[in-house]
């Protein structure tokens, strides 16, 4: 079944601050739950190519994926696409300016789950997701803003 979620929130930051930290692979754990690493696979600086392989928690079970940048402009947009993965998802971030001190970020998880989570998402997986994605924006707030 396939997924298609988007949040969006303020943040009281200017865009390109907050493109640094987002857009940050390293910075993955800190404001994404349930990852627990993020490696960068390819070299730097991040933009189109660029590889990064998760370790994730979801619904009990460990998720290992590599995700890789599909679409990048500097301080506004980052696409990636799973090349590996136990199901295909495109994860997008963007970020608008708002004034030189605020930003509008969003994140929008496509996918379509098949198996195990295709089971899932017909019951819940959707709800689920946007809930999680929303903390995960507000962990990124909280530790922009503070």
């Known amino acids: 079944m396939a997924i298609d979620v988007s949040v969006e929130t303020e943040i009281a930051r200017p865009a390109p ?9 390293s910075n993955d754990p800190k404001w994404i739950g349930g990852i627990s690493s993020a490696e960068l696979l390819t070299p730097r600086p991040v933009g189109k190519g660029t590889q990064v392989r998760r370790l994730a928690g979801f619904m009990g079970k460990t998720i290992d994926y590599i995700l890789e940048v599909d679409d990048f402009v500097p301080d506004q947009l980052m696409l990636m696409r799973s090349v590996k ?3 295909p998802m495109v994860v997008t971030y963007r970020i608008e ?5 605020r930003a509008r970020v969003s994140i929008r998880i496509e996918g379509n789950a098949k198996g195990f989570y295709g089971f899932l998402s ?25």
């Open 97 to 101: 300016k708002i004034s030189e001190e």
């Open 122 to 146: 017909g019951l819940f997986m959707k709800p689920m997701v946007r809930r999680n994605v929303n903390g995960d924006l507000q962990r990124m707030k909280k530790i922009l803003e503070s």
């Open 85 to 87: 993965s136990p199901f």
């Open 17 to 25: 601050a907050v493109a640094a930290y987002m857009f940050e692979p």
